[in-house]
């Protein structure tokens, strides 16, 4: 007659044989999780907006090549170039923290008020804008 083995036996058996390899590769990549864990915090935020210094040479040139259209020049590329303004008028304020309404105001003589309102904004936050 066969003798049984007890499932109880197997069980310590496997736990005694397994545990310890299943220990030692925890200690081999806690390290590593860690480390990982410490770059990700230490990592400075990625950020899209370009620096403020570069927003306000970008604002010079389109404030001059809107200024310096000829009256005669296509109503497309005017609309262009005031919407290019506009935009970095946006990231301006956004990179000051200044609250804005140029989205949300209409073309015209509300959004040309809005426009000095942010321009001198900038300027008195220490901006070279026109």
């Not at 000829?70 to 935009?87: G, S």
């Not at 804005?100 to 900038?122: F, Q, S």
Request: charged share 25%; proline share 10%.
């Amino acid at each position: 007659m066969a003798e049984s083995v007890p499932i109880g036996n197997v069980i310590v058996y496997l736990a005694i044989s397994a545990v310890p390899p299943v220990f030692f590769w925890l200690m081999l990549k806690i390290p590593a999780l860690a480390d990982a864990a410490l770059r990700r915090r230490r990592r400075p935020p990625l950020t899209s907006a370009p620096p403020i210094e570069q927003l306000a040479a970008d604002l010079r040139r389109v404030h001059r090549a809107l200024a310096t259209l000829a009256p005669d020049a296509p109503v497309v590329r005017r609309r262009a170039t005031r919407q290019a303004y506009d935009a970095l008028l946006i990231q301006a304020c956004q990179a000051i923290g200044e609250p804005h309404w140029l989205d949300e105001v209409p073309e015209g003589v509300e959004r040309e008020v809005e426009r000095l309102r942010i321009e001198e904004k900038l300027r008195s936050s220490g901006l070279a804008v026109p």
